[in-house]
């Protein structure tokens, strides 16, 4: 009986643990699609859409998850095939840099007027 | 005085208006980023068409020859209006047309064929659109012009023209 129980506990605690996991690699599949852009819908996410181009990208990042690849690779992935579009957070680099830097240097530009007319007032 | 230059000034603001979203109407919605970089033909397997056994990518691109990449579906009204000029491309010598059936049902695929004529040397089939995917298209009809180093070097979204079509035979050429 003892042994019994014993078994019951592994086994109980083992599927658990793969159910965590699924969960897990759920988790991931989502937040991913979520910032994959449906390019033939009109602003909608893969993840919101269920057009035969999201439905394939779903299937394509789920099969990528279960070979190993990590969210990075998967992006990278996508980004080979269809460019740096597919992806709503863009990475930094030679063709995004105005898009990152933009709203940074506006934001100075803006706090330096306000700084100046406080100064000035005072 | 006033009211009447105001009024016209309404109107021209509204013909502008008009003028904008009805060219706006027009264009296509799907934005298409520019790419002038060849990209490496990917490797894939995948079922034949006709004897449904798989095959591997570097066998269906093994000549060194230019290929045409044309992704079609039954299901698709675009497909059946550019068949007619896939078939006259056919007829090239120094091109080998390959043919993607994307999400199709086979019987109807094969109807379709059967009906219109098959102008590709090899049809895979693509039951869930992953070697779309691979390909980087956005869905049906897509044509992807690969050259003799089994490179990408163009990409045409939707049915292609005959403005397309001597194109690609200018390139080949």
Known sequence: ?122 | MKTKFNLIILFIFLIFCFIIFYKGLNNPNIYIPKTNIEKNLPTFKAKDFSTNINIDSKKVFAEESYYIVNIWASWCIPCRKEHSLLMELSKNQSIILIGLNYRDNLNNAKKFINELGNPYTKILIDNDGLLGVEFGAYGVPETFLINKNKKIIKKFVGPINKKIVEEIELIIK
């Open chain 1, 1 to 122: 009986m003892k042994i019994l129980k014993i078994f019951l506990i592994i086994f109980l605690s083992i599927g658990f643990s793969q159910l965590k996991s699924d969960e897990k690699k759920d988790e991931l599949n989502n937040k991913i699609l979520k910032n994959i852009r449906c390019l033939i819908c009109q602003g909608q996410s893969v993840y919101d859409s269920e057009s035969d181009f999201a439905s394939s990208i779903k299937i394509i990042v789920d099969k990528k998850i279960n070979d190993g690849m990590s969210e990075d690779q998967v992006y990278k992935f996508l980004r080979d095939k269809y460019g740096d579009w597919i992806i709503y957070d863009p990475e930094l680099n030679k063709n995004t840099y105005i898009l990152w830097l933009l709203p940074l240097l506006l934001f100075l530009a803006g706090g330096a007027i306000v700084l100046k007319n406080l100064v000035y007032k005072n």
